[in-house]
């Protein structure tokens, strides 16, 4: 059990002395008290007492400058090692204090700490850093360059558990050198982890520790060592960002994405009003609930009788639409709030994206006051098809399907409709959350969770309000239906301050790649990506295995799948005697069985479709990939209807696989994809890497559910 | 100078021997005669002399075992480090040699060999290696774990220049070590380079050094020091690849692409024969040039008259297309010899693809005597649009353009004509090169390099028959003319066995991908980003300079346009102050100048048509990025159209730097994005991320052709 008054007390005094960081000697109480090891040591004030704490400890020893005003000891010629008798440390003592000095004069400086040396070891680097999104988190990797210069390190929310920090010994690329390789030892894993787990634990105890980096640990066979520590403090961290409790959540969400009523606040008759085109979407869309225009002076529009305020109006209202200047929205919130009004849909702009930060904080907070959840501002509204609601401006959109979408900006959002439309996907929902004042993307996981209509939530992302919220509840809802995530602004960090290596990391992309993997998040690298993987992964069932074939019938696609295949992290089954033998029952002598099994371009229908019935009903084949070449003997159309009823009549069988198919040849491709995609066969043409892209997002989701 | 006639006295001793591996003692005399600096040492055959050569030498020393039956030394107990006296060495020689024993009891042990141990230093790897592909290679990369575990090494052609392997220092993720980092010294670059010079002079000079390991190589800021040197043989190597001279292959490709008689041997009138489809793809294609039908019973095919052999044709013909079994076509191509017919188009398969590597020698030794050039076999055949040339059985394809595109698979050739066709692209010639028994990609390149009706050439590449031959040709295509390659295979290698970290890179992807990159060729990942390359680059002009401008009406587009311009090595302008004022004139208050620009989504054509004639007419800026998004106010085609005008008036003066464009929005953004293709403007709908890597891909090229 960690010793936390020990901590307390310490970090107590720092406090009291204004400082922002320990010394190291207080750094070593801090270790101690959460059970990190760390070497030997005590601190020398006088040279002739470096030689007495190094006779005690034993030779050899590392003297090191100790000031709260050197950072960097080494680049001040404060440390020396390989002290192997007292003459040393006397000399190493007024050394180290002379070249502090010339490095700065005015530091104040503490004395010499006198540390016991540790024998070579494999250097690794722990970390502790506070994410302006995600709070605390433990960073690890291997010391040295690695980190410094290849930057191969992992991430856990801290707190971690044991097993996390085992695991994130594998997650960095040079993960096989924990393991021992050419004849070096393997290091105590079980040290390590626990190592890690402690700090992880530490951090999350005392927020105001603000960065740690224990640089060098040096891990052996026989346990772990921090050698050297520092620890840095911010007294006055940035408050948590409001969240109300799930239930309060999910009960407002869901009369906001699911209303029967609907008030328009600034409805319009004036075309080319915002006003107007929302009120026009949700007639024209379909909507069956209630609509209620509101306007100060008119008294029907387009037909409804419209109100002069929310307040007026006789029934229920579960959503109210904001198509009024930014200056208003504060008073008409008031009256949604008298109304009893859950959700407001804030389409104004004005607020913080203009750097009208006052303006954006008043609207939240009369929200607040008034319990009125507020989505945006700045947002073109939302869809919620099967409810045939299209409470935005933008152009209706009502095919019904099974994936949820959202976006942060708008641009994107009317990506997502016309790819929608263009692609005949089906969608449940799609989202603008804008400024994200309030409403942000765990309070639309909550609902998604447990909405039928949805089974796959697709988002665009450009930063997180509250990180840690989005990784609890994206961990939670990912284990039953898939999160795809396209976080943008991966690059546009710019250098931020730190005084640690791992503190520096704080706000980098890998924090958002290691918190999203680690939420079962599959995260899209681009937006065709994330579109992609929203109309693909709603179509395909979850594999029950890793083994995945691919037939083709040319085998230069056959070494493109191959190779899509192996970027996507997909298992080529390994073709057992009896399932080869049966394929060569179809295809020519020349043709290759194995995997892939190339039945080669020559071959009529036929072989086709025995060759797709074999892998549909073999149950050791658990996801088939289908390279299609245009012959004549096998034109697109021909082959598209063989894959179709072969599929159909194995699902009817109760067979349900994962079928996606390359089609490469002329133009009639395309028609033949159009015809299997409608049929829920994921099929593209011109490209080995998509449909395989899109098997490897399933697969990513499933292995992270647990579901493989 | 190097000393070769040291070497080679060492090596035909080797050879006498029967001996695959050099010992250390004539590993350190070949370095010697190369200038490859290696420790002092000596070899001690008891150990009293052992104790003799480290008392000469000084101490420390280290201890090594020598035999030619134990490769690795350290995992055999074989290597002692750390003899700091006479004692310690003669122990250790005893130790050394039981441990051996021990190891393997049957080893030829020759003795203990004694050496300078070196100070601590950056540890590197420098090695020989031989590609199957591309010969004589060597590689660099840091020591240790970096190369083992990382894999973080390049590679480069031998010989290589000192500035050659100077580049390579810069080349690897760790490059920054080399240069010193958090304090630690640079390393002496030029003696390195040097080395790796050597090195690969070396294993030019002499062909039969198949693998060659200086592991670690020691780097200190005073010199490079070979601590370990590995040295393997095949005094067996594989015979070159034929290859005629550059007039030659340039004389010959020139009549076979463009030629002016075509003779289609096995021609038939018989709907659904390949002989029919040829013939009338020929006549359907509108090829203007002779057209001589060969059939040994037919009279007239499709109203050309019939000839029984080539040898009766009474005009000249510079290519025979050949649609008869495989069986017949060696007795063919000794006609088409007689005939003085450059090349034969052999579009059968039964060759090696189906394991028939004597027919195909067969067929390879005839052409070669014939001096007949064979284009395939078991291919489609070819496209050359300017001639109206269909020389294929797959449908024809005749929109004129400038890049020409190859592939070794018939589905890859199949797609790019699918491709072509849907995207309207324009091309000079399509050809399937199949099995490559002769004429292969750097035919291919030599005669488009001055073809003057192809600026761009993009290729599907499965092995190179002769890498090296197409390196070299590359290197100097590229220069003048963009060359994309989609190397296909990248993950098919599996193991091979090797005796040294760099000889088990031989065929590697890595290796690849570093000899492409010296080539000046821009590597497609995917099968999608050949054919959007393809049609990209001959489209956009090449820019003047690194300058990358973002120009957006959603914030949103423009990270996700940053996001790629990052992943694609884009450098995005620093915005000067006078340009920002100007820019600053158009859009409103709120907007964001700076890169990107953002006009806001609430602007009329106007501010659009305003703030890209600036970003045109501005010499500073040397590419446009434009992100548009779909609103009321600017609809699609009024953008296209605004985007289209402002292009043309200033190409109409002089100005033609690359615009792509991403349009986000409702399906009209497809038909804009059609109206800008068709007039020459990259522009793509749902995607920030292609239209930037077609930008990018312009850059890579520019790049190393030198243009910047």
Same sequence: chains 1, 2.
Avoid at 29 to 57: F, H, K, N, R, S
Avoid at 225 to 243: E, N, S, W
Avoid at 253 to 260: G, L, W
Avoid at 455 to 469: N, Q, T
Wanted: net charge negative; charged share 20%; aromatic share 6%.
């Amino acid at each position: 059990m960690p010793n936390r008054d020990a901590v307390r007390d310490v970090l107590a005094k720092v406090r009291t002395e204004s400082r922002a960081s320990l010394t190291a000697l207080e750094a070593k109480q801090v270790c101690d008290a959460y059970g990190i090891p760390v070497p030997e040591e005590g601190m020398a004030t006088t040279a002739a007492l470096a030689g007495d704490i190094a006779d005690e400890i034993g030779y050899p020893v590392v003297m090191k400058i100790v000031s709260p005003d050197i950072l960097h000891k080494t680049d001040a010629g404060g440390v020396i090692t390989g002290i192997e008798g007292r003459d040393d440390a006397v000399a190493a003592y007024d050394r180290i204090v002379a070249a502090a000095r010339d490095y700065d004069a005015d530091a104040d400086i503490l004395g010499v700490q006198v540390q016991q040396q540790m024998q070579a070891a494999q250097e690794v680097i722990v970390g502790g850093v506070t994410d302006p999104s995600f709070g605390k988190l433990v960073a690890f990797g291997l010391g040295g360059i690695l980190v410094e210069v290849l930057k191969d390190v992992t991430f856990r929310l801290a707190p971690a558990t044991e097993g996390d920090a085992g695991a994130m010994l594998d997650e960095i690329a040079g993960a096989e050198v924990l393991r021992g390789v050419r004849g070096g030892p393997a290091v105590d894993r079980a040290a390590l982890a626990g190592l890690i787990a402690n700090v992880s634990q530490l951090i999350s105890d005392f927020p105001e520790i603000s960065e740690m980096d224990l640089n060098p640990v040096f891990a052996t066979p026989d346990g772990v060592c921090a050698v050297d520590t520092r620890i840095l403090l911010d007294f006055d961290p940035a408050p948590p960002r409001y969240r109300p409790s799930h239930d309060e959540i999910l009960g407002a969400m869901t009369r906001i994405m699911q209303p029967d009523g609907v008030a328009v606040i600034g409805a319009s008759a004036g075309e080319g009003k915002i006003g107007n085109s929302v009120m026009k979407n949700l007639i024209d869309g379909g909507y069956q609930g209630e609509i209620f225009p509101i306007h100060p002076r008119e008294t029907e529009v387009l037909g409804r009788k419209c109100y002069t305020s929310v307040t007026e109006v006789p029934g229920n209202i579960d959503i109210a639409i904001f198509c009024i200047p930014a200056a208003l929205v504060a008073n008409a919130l008031g009256e949604c709030g008298e109304k009893g009004i859950p959700g407001a849909v804030l389409i104004p702009s004005g607020f913080a994206e203009v750097g009208e930060h006052e303006l954006q904080a008043e609207i939240v907070q009369v929200a607040r006051e008034n319990n009125v959840r507020l989505m945006g501002p700045n947002i073109y509204g939302f869809y919620y098809t099967h409810k045939n609601l299209c409470a935005t401006f933008c152009t209706p959109y009502g095919e019904k399907g099974k994936v949820a979408l959202s976006s942060q900006s708008g641009g994107v959002g009317m990506a997502i409709v016309g790819f929608s439309r263009s692609a005949k996907m089906g969608v449940s929902a799609i989202v603008g959350l804008g400024n994200k004042a309030d409403i942000d993307e765990d309070d639309l996981l909550t609902f998604f969770e447990q909405d039928p209509n949805t089974e796959v939530i697709a988002m665009h992302v450009e930063d997180l309000k509250d990180g840690r919220a989005f990784a609890d509840v994206a961990k939670r809802v990912s284990k039953s239906k898939p999160v795809v995530v396209l976080k943008a602004g991966r690059t546009s960090l710019g250098a931020r301050a730190a005084n640690s290596h791992t503190g520096a990391l704080a706000g980098d992309d890998r924090v958002y790649d290691a918190v999203l993997r680690q939420s079962g998040v599959i995260r899209a690298q681009s937006l065709n990506d994330m579109l992609e993987f929203a109309r693909g992964l709603q179509v395909l069932p979850t594999p029950k295995g890793e083994n995945v074939l691919i037939l083709t019938g040319a085998g230069g696609s056959g070494v493109l799948l191959s190779d899509a295949c192996a970027d996507n992290d997909l298992t080529l089954m390994p073709m057992p005697d009896d399932l080869d033998a049966a394929f060569r029952e179809y295809i020519p002598p020349f043709g290759a069985a194995g995997n892939p099994v190339d039945i080669t371009g020559g071959e009529p229908p036929t072989t086709y479709r025995a060759t797709i019935d074999l892998s549909l009903n073999d149950e050791r084949i658990h996801s088939l990939v289908i390279g299609y070449w245009h012959t004549i003997i096998t034109p697109p159309m021909v082959f598209a209807e063989l894959l179709g009823e072969a599929v159909a009549e194995a699902r009817a069988k109760g067979i349900d696989k994962p079928v996606v198919a390359s089609l490469v040849g002329d133009v009639e491709i395309e028609q033949a994809c159009d015809y299997l995609m409608d049929r829920d066969i994921l099929a593209y043409p011109y490209t080995a890497e998509k449909p395989v892209a899109v098997l490897g997002a399933k697969y990513r989701w499933a292995r992270a559910a647990g579901m493989l």
